[in-house]
């Protein structure tokens, strides 16, 4: 498996769905399936074990294409390595700890790990597995070894296992894993330069208790967060999602920490960011917080003179504080500003102070108002660097601009380290 060094070029891109042997196999067909009637050219490479779980028929019946499992069939055709060079992307779904383990050493003893060694393309693990297995150190080394090589693996979805188990190890989505598809494919010869990074992006509006049914928040719908996270995981990174109040569902790449207050946000952006590459606010923290939270609902008074006065006390700067706390240059981080302009200076002007005051990396800054920024599909933002530099994104959808972002932090990291394999 090696870094993809060019974009496809097909009116149906060619993609080999490797299915390991787990009993999610059987979301693999739903996954044919999206791939099949979004335009793709799917070959199913199942191993032997999966056969046990869904049979070759099926593969062939969905994809409309013989199906082997071993690198002696068709061997005029030369599988093995005809399927790797020619493929677009290569997806493993579900990806078990022993195809992972297979994949990190690169072992070839059967059609679906031989084309993983000769792929040239983008390649995607989809891993499926018991909690306990998946938390293993050594399946944990696995996969920083895979990502560290270019190797975009998924974070497993959490929920209901085999049996009664809750927990991390499954398989995501069908549609989740579609989609990350789709962006590997779309997003060429840069979608691994974030392999091997850990990254934390906040994402959403907090939320300010009042009293049990009041608060003080924002507008803001965590759209751009969420698309920058979900840019990073596409590129290879390792992402954990700091999440307040957001209105789109998280990725499916991701760890998600979900919070509600700006207190809570600050405690989980600063546990998480500890060993970070990188670290990116995007999230709409409130300056102002309740000074104190009434134990049950505050009613009006009979005498308006007698209503409550709300006193407002400042919440934990989060930006600063991760930027007070960092050692040297590390982690690269990444504010954003919310504007509007007024008397005392344009939107530029008060995005200029505050990158200064902040003393982040990047600022990426943005007008907002009722219908600006805030819950639309689109943005328009200035990506301002310390350094003076100032790059215009102009409107489009929240990805791109996502892409933009990260586009502008791929250059100030510096080498990856290649961890030491697992053993």
Same mark, same amino acid.
């Given at each position: 498996?090696?870094?993809?060094?060019?974009?496809?070029?097909?009116?149906?891109?060619?993609?080999?769905l490797g299915v390991a042997g787990g009993i999610a196999a059987y979301k693999a067909a739903l996954l044919l399936r999206e791939l099949t009637e979004t335009g793709h050219d799917v070959t199913v490479v199942p191993t032997a074990a999966s056969e046990r779980f869904v049979g070759r028929a099926t593969w062939e019946a969905l994809s409309g294409k013989p199906v082997a499992t071993d690198v002696f069939s068709h061997a005029d055709q030369v599988p093995h390595v005809r399927l790797g060079r020619h493929a677009d992307l290569v997806v493993v779904a579900p990806a078990t700890a022993d195809l992972l383990a297979?994949?990190?050493?690169?072992?070839?003893?059967?059609?679906?790990?031989?084309?993983?060694?000769?792929?040239?393309?983008?390649?995607?693990?989809?891993?499926?597995?018991?909690?306990?297995?998946?938390?293993?150190?050594? *399946?944990?080394?696995?996969?920083?070894?895979?990502?560290?090589?270019?190797?975009?693996?998924?974070?497993?979805?959490?929920?209901?296992?085999?049996?009664?188990?809750?927990?991390?190890?499954?398989?995501?989505?069908?549609?989740?894993?579609?989609?990350?598809?789709?962006?590997?494919?779309?997003?060429?010869?840069?979608?691994?330069?974030?392999?091997?990074?850990?990254?934390?992006?906040?994402?959403?509006?907090?939320?300010?208790?009042?009293?049990?049914?009041?608060?003080?928040?924002?507008?803001?719908?965590?759209?751009?967060?969420?698309?920058?996270?979900?840019?990073?995981?596409?590129?290879?990174? *390792?992402?954990?999602?700091?999440?307040?109040?957001?209105?789109?569902?998280?990725?499916?790449?991701?760890?998600?920490?979900?919070?509600?207050?700006?207190?809570?946000?600050?405690?989980?952006?600063?546990?998480?960011?500890?060993?970070?590459?990188?670290?990116?606010?995007?999230?709409?923290?409130?300056?102002?917080?309740?000074?104190?939270?009434?134990?049950?609902?505050?009613?009006?008074?009979?005498?308006?003179?007698?209503?409550?006065?709300?006193?407002?006390?400042?919440?934990?700067?989060?930006?600063?504080?991760? *930027?007070?706390?960092?050692?040297?240059?590390?982690?690269?981080?990444?504010?954003?500003?919310?504007?509007?302009?007024?008397?005392?200076?344009?939107?530029?002007?008060?995005?200029?102070?505050?990158?200064?005051?902040?003393?982040?990396?990047?600022?990426?800054?943005?007008?907002?108002?009722?219908?600006?920024?805030?819950?639309?599909?689109?943005?328009?933002?200035?990506?301002?660097?310390?350094?003076?530099?100032?790059?215009?994104?102009?409107?489009?959808?929240?990805?791109?601009?996502?892409?933009?972002?990260?586009?502008?932090?791929?250059?100030?990291?510096?080498?990856?380290?290649?961890?030491?394999?697992?053993?």
């Amino acid at each position: 498996m090696s870094t993809p060094t060019r974009v496809p070029q097909h009116v149906s891109p060619r993609v080999v769905l490797g299915v390991a042997g787990g009993i999610a196999a059987y979301k693999a067909a739903l996954l044919l399936r999206e791939l099949t009637e979004t335009g793709h050219d799917v070959t199913v490479v199942p191993t032997a074990a999966s056969e046990r779980f869904v049979g070759r028929a099926t593969w062939e019946a969905l994809s409309g294409k013989p199906v082997a499992t071993d690198v002696f069939s068709h061997a005029d055709q030369v599988p093995h390595v005809r399927l790797g060079r020619h493929a677009d992307l290569v997806v493993v779904a579900p990806a078990t700890a022993d195809l992972l383990a297979r994949a990190a050493h690169g072992l070839a003893d059967d059609l679906l790990t031989n084309v993983l060694l000769t792929a040239t393309c983008p390649v995607l693990l989809a891993p499926a597995m018991h909690t306990e297995m998946w938390l293993n150190p050594a *399946v944990q080394a696995n996969v920083a070894l895979l990502r560290s090589r270019g190797v975009t693996v998924l974070e497993p979805a959490s929920g209901r296992l085999t049996g009664a188990d809750t927990g991390p190890g499954r398989l995501p989505e069908p549609a989740d894993v579609a989609a990350a598809c789709r962006r590997l494919l779309g997003s060429g010869a840069r979608s691994y330069d974030l392999a091997g990074r850990r990254v934390v992006v906040s994402a959403g509006g907090t939320r300010e208790p009042l009293d049990p049914v009041r608060f003080l928040g924002n507008r803001s719908s965590g759209r751009q967060g969420v698309a920058v996270a979900a840019a990073a995981a596409a590129r290879g990174a *390792v992402v954990t999602l700091v999440t307040a109040h957001v209105e789109v569902p998280a990725p499916a790449a991701v760890e998600v920490v979900p919070v509600q207050t700006a207190a809570q946000l600050a405690e989980a952006v600063t546990s998480a960011a500890a060993g970070a590459d990188v670290v990116v606010m995007a999230a709409a923290v409130a300056d102002f917080r309740p000074a104190s939270r009434a134990e049950a609902k505050i009613k009006k008074s009979e005498d308006p003179a007698r209503d409550p006065v709300v006193v407002l006390e400042r919440t934990p700067d989060v930006l600063a504080g991760l *930027v007070a706390a960092r050692s040297g240059t590390s982690p690269v981080i990444v504010g954003f500003a919310a504007e509007t302009g007024d008397a005392s200076g344009s939107v530029l002007e008060h995005g200029r102070a505050k990158l200064a005051r902040k003393g982040c990396d990047l600022l990426v800054l943005n007008e907002v108002g009722e219908t600006k920024g805030f819950g639309t599909a689109t943005n328009a933002v200035t990506i301002l660097g310390r350094d003076g530099t100032e790059r215009e994104v102009p409107e489009a959808s929240k990805d791109v601009v996502a892409d933009a972002v990260w586009d502008a932090v791929v250059p100030m990291l510096p080498p990856p380290a290649v961890p030491t394999p697992g053993v």
